[in-house]
């Protein structure tokens, strides 16, 4: 199954949560093929930054490199998640997310209450 890792799931795997050990799972299955949209990577970027540090962010933004695949906010994604955006209020990283999961096939992992509307497009953790 290809996955769409959001900011909050991996937020939530590097706190070590009781979530962040459902994306461990998700990520150890061998099964899944594991993406993070450029979007979300900024997103973490600058989160990761204010939670922990420079050096803790760089050794977290290497292990997502490591383990997904970073997924370009194409042309196709962008206008995607701007009729997201206007259809359906989503903020700009988080219709990027959704656009880029229905364009690859997939399903996004989070826990962002943002997403519950879309029962059928998420794994929920």
Excluded: P
């Excluded at 150890?28 to 204010?50: A, D």
């Excluded at 194409?74 to 988080?94: H, K």
Aim: with cysteine.
């Amino acid at each position: 199954m290809n996955l769409i890792v959001d900011s909050f799931a991996w937020i939530e795997f590097f706190k070590g949560t009781s979530r962040g050990q459902k994306v461990y799972g998700l990520l150890e299955n061998s099964k899944n093929r594991l993406y993070t949209t450029t979007g979300n990577y900024y997103e973490l970027y600058y989160r990761l930054t204010q939670e922990c540090g420079q050096l803790k962010r760089e050794e977290a933004l290497a292990y997502i490199r490591h383990k997904t695949t970073l997924l370009e906010i194409t042309e196709v994604i962008a206008r995607s998640a701007g009729e997201l955006r206007l259809a359906e209020g989503l903020s700009a990283i988080d219709a990027f997310t959704l656009a880029a999961a229905r364009i690859n096939n997939g399903k996004v992992v989070t826990g962002d209450k943002d997403f519950d509307r879309f029962k059928d497009e998420i794994i929920r953790i």
